[in-house]
């Protein structure tokens, strides 16, 4: 009787370490997540500012 019980809490504890690992995984792919939609509006407001420096430098070319 002692084995049955030894393997029925030896999987529960694998089951809760899976649980907790689990958990930490998908805790860590919402920060990475957050991570890269931050970094694309970030890229995204330089590419704007980028193309608005242009278009200034293009004017000011025009001009000369």
Do not use: N
């Not at 694998?14 to 689990?22: Q, R």
């Amino acid at each position: 009787m002692f084995w049955p019980m030894f393997a029925v809490a030896v999987g529960f504890v694998g089951l809760t370490v899976l649980a907790v690992f689990a958990v930490r995984v998908f805790l860590e792919a919402q920060r990475l997540g957050r991570q890269v939609t931050e970094s694309a509006r970030r890229i995204s407001r330089a590419a704007e500012e980028l193309e608005r420096a242009s278009a200034s430098a293009a004017r000011a070319v025009d001009t000369l």
